[in-house]
């Protein structure tokens, strides 16, 4: 206990301010449903989050978005552990053959109103595994996408910018 | 013939051995050609001989060529750091070869994966369920790895089936391959009678994405970033193995200044996902705070990779013949006040996890994995470390890490303790060697040695920070390549957690999984 309290106050507070920016691409439809998730749930978020056969440095940049330092909770947007909470998926990978039903009932799971947010470069194209016997392709042709989170993978700061630019009424 | 001692050695075991060829084509391998009637035999008396489980076990489509498929399988010499292949071609007409699984259970893996991928059929392997290209999506009798495949010839699909235990009380719980973290896809199939676990059953290959596949007809420049993205996290160990391959097979050796710049990021590479592991078994134990102090250092070394390189996860960094990003004086300089802050820091927390008592009750003869199992099923790396088997490339093919006498980091009692203390001593063994490289970096030193892509075959390997990742390469005529081999350690190891967790209970499985923290993308290519 002495230990974590001594950590605790000689590391003070290590959260940085970040200011929304809009770095990624929102769809056409975005913009309308943007209007009814901010009717809805105000400036709080829940987001499932799918992996379709990611490298795997998106889901670790996406939890590094959830440490002190980029702290995207204090945001209000939280990543929840069941489809049945969340608002929005976030899909990473290109969307291999496996994964495919489990990306569709993944998101059927979810309750309305609900959007797909894609992150990371083989979640929107396939990316360098486009051209691949076991891939499908890009996300947006299977479910209805509204933003676009881009980078290979895209750093902690631009995931909590763009999520910020996108709730930002 | 080369290597007399080695052909005496098995013929001790073996009294017909006879091989086709034995050749050196490298300083640290050694390719035994045999007839198809003496593979399994003289596999057999290698893996007895070496104490070696199978490293890499694979197939070539080499129809077009010779009329025939190839199998090869690798096994590690210690003793005298070289690699040696034992190979036999065999007629493409209803292709198959004596199954080595019931006699060496670590080349069943790989044997499936040859029987899915190519249609080659290991005769007599007692369970040939497909891994990656699973039945419900994928029509049987297609093979993509074969020369010939050009897209999915309808078939009829099946059915997965998944091994049942019987008996009165005994209940399944079956999880995934969606799960509750932000973490990737893979299934487990508990069986439990009461609260102990009494059989797990993994199956992966949820993440397939055919890598090994679109890495032929690329040039190895080009392959280099498809290389960085087969496991996000050992970004720097796969872009290292792949590149050394394709050196080897040019004839290109690299500057000093690169070879000690490799093993800067290699390092940086293992520190912060052994900080990531620590933080995850604290979290996974309910221990929040050191948690959070683990995500931040992790921090720190992603941010240090992004200062000195444009690259969080050490990516674009590596190309064929060096590297690309310089350590110069100012960054040094960096590169040492960010370790000094990030030693303290480290203490601290272990300091925090040693002196909680709920903590190591919790890890302590957890999830015990022994060195017996871990032997028999063939495990490397980290794991196979902390069951007290010496296994680590970075001792025995030095390479620049005999300038810093490297320390390897072995544990016995092959629990969860012994996982996270393996991690625990590694990560101070790094910037141990970070700041011993440091040192002998030039100011401005020659960074990358050009050279074309030659037609070869070679194998390329790096101590990523779960174990050794190995990619065989071979490159046509033109330089382009013609088959891409890649096994992480993942692909070996993912069978010693179906083990370790047996009489634990459930509530302690994502502590044992986390201890182990394999690939899944890593092991489903």
Request: proline share 5%.
């Amino acid at each position: 206990m002495i230990h974590i309290l001594k950590t605790r106050i000689l590391k003070g507070v290590v959260t940085r301010h970040i200011e929304p920016e809009l770095t990624g691409q929102i769809e056409s439809s975005g913009s309308e449903l943007k209007t009814l998730i901010l009717k809805k749930f105000g400036r709080s978020l829940h987001i499932r989050e799918v992996d379709t056969g990611s490298c795997g440095a998106c889901e670790s940049e996406i939890i590094s978005a959830n440490n002190p330092i980029y702290d995207l909770q204090r945001f209000g947007i939280n990543f929840v552990a069941t489809p049945r909470h969340a608002d929005a998926l976030m899909v990473t990978g290109p969307v291999s053959k496996n994964m495919l039903l489990a990306l569709k009932k993944t998101y059927e799971a979810m309750p309305e109103p609900k959007f797909v947010i894609t992150c990371g470069d083989c979640a929107l194209n396939g990316g360098l595994f486009k051209d691949s016997y076991y891939t499908e392709g890009a996300v947006k042709d299977i479910l209805p996408v509204v933003l676009h989170i881009p980078g290979c993978p895209p750093s902690p700061l631009m995931i909590v910018q763009t999520l910020l630019a996108f709730l930002q009424s | 013939m080369d290597c007399p001692e080695i052909i005496s050695g098995i013929k001790k075991e073996f009294t017909g051995f006879n091989p086709l060829c034995v050749s050196r084509p490298y300083a640290d391998e050694v390719v035994i050609k045999v007839n198809p009637p003496d593979f399994k035999n003289t596999c057999l008396v290698l893996h007895k001989i070496l104490s070696s489980p199978v490293m890499a076990l694979f197939a070539l489509d080499e129809r077009r060529k010779t009329g025939s498929f190839a199998i090869n399988c690798v096994f590690v010499d210690f003793r005298n750091s070289r690699w040696i292949t034992v190979t036999m071609d065999i007629p493409q007409e209803d292709p198959g070869f004596d199954s080595l699984a019931k006699s060496m259970h670590s080349a069943s893996l790989f044997e499936r994966e040859i029987w899915e991928a190519f249609g080659v059929k290991p005769k007599g392997h007692p369970d040939l369920r497909r891994l990656r290209l699973h039945d419900e999506v994928w029509p049987q009798g297609n093979y993509p790895l074969r020369k010939d495949f050009n897209g999915i010839n309808p078939q009829a699909l099946g059915e997965y089936k998944f091994a049942r235990v019987d008996g009165e009380g005994v209940f399944e719980v079956p999880v995934g391959p969606v799960h509750a973290g932000i973490i990737g896809p893979g299934h487990f199939r508990f069986s439990v009678a009461g609260e102990p676990i009494i059989n797990l059953e993994i199956r992966l290959g949820f993440k397939h994405r055919g890598i090994e596949k679109l890495f032929e007809g690329k040039s190895c420049l080009d392959a280099v970033g498809l290389s960085e993205c087969v496991s996000g996290d050992s970004s720097f160990a796969h872009s290292f193995a792949f590149t050394q391959a394709a050196e080897k097979i040019s004839g290109v050796s690299i500057p000093p200044q690169a070879a000690y710049l490799r093993s800067i990021f290699l390092e940086l590479e293992r520190m912060y996902n052994h900080v990531n592991g620590v933080g995850g078994m604290a979290l996974d134990a309910g221990f929040s705070f050191p948690s959070a102090y683990a995500s931040i250092i992790k921090e720190a070394i992603l941010q240090l990779n992004d200062k000195l390189t444009g690259s969080r996860y050490l990516k674009k960094v590596n190309t064929i013949g060096g590297v690309l990003a310089d350590i110069d004086d100012t960054k040094k300089q960096i590169l040492l006040d960010s370790l000094k802050h990030i030693k303290q820091d480290f203490n601290e927390l272990v300091k925090i996890l040693y002196s909680s008592v709920s903590f190591m009750d919790r890890v302590d003869t957890t999830g015990i994995l022994h060195r017996k199992t871990a032997e028999d099923l063939g495990l490397v790396g980290l794991i196979a470390r902390a069951s007290g088997i010496p296994t680590d490339l970075r001792k025995y093919f030095p390479g620049v890490y005999k300038e810093v006498k490297f320390k390897m980091v072995t544990q016995e009692s092959g629990d969860v303790l012994a996982r996270l203390r393996v991690r625990i001593s590694e990560f101070e063994e790094s910037i141990r060697l970070i700041e011993e490289f440091a040192t002998k970096l030039a100011k401005s030193g020659e960074l990358r040695t050009s050279q074309g892509i030659k037609e070869g075959r070679a194998l390329g390997y790096a101590e990523g920070w779960r174990g050794p990742v190995l990619y065989w390469l071979e490159t046509g005529p033109t330089g382009l390549i013609e088959r891409c081999k890649i096994v992480d350690p993942s692909f070996h190891n993912w069978q010693g957690l179906s083990f370790a967790v047996l009489g634990n209970i459930i509530p302690d499985f994502p502590l044992c999984n986390k201890s182990f923290d394999l690939s899944y993308s890593g092991n489903d290519l």
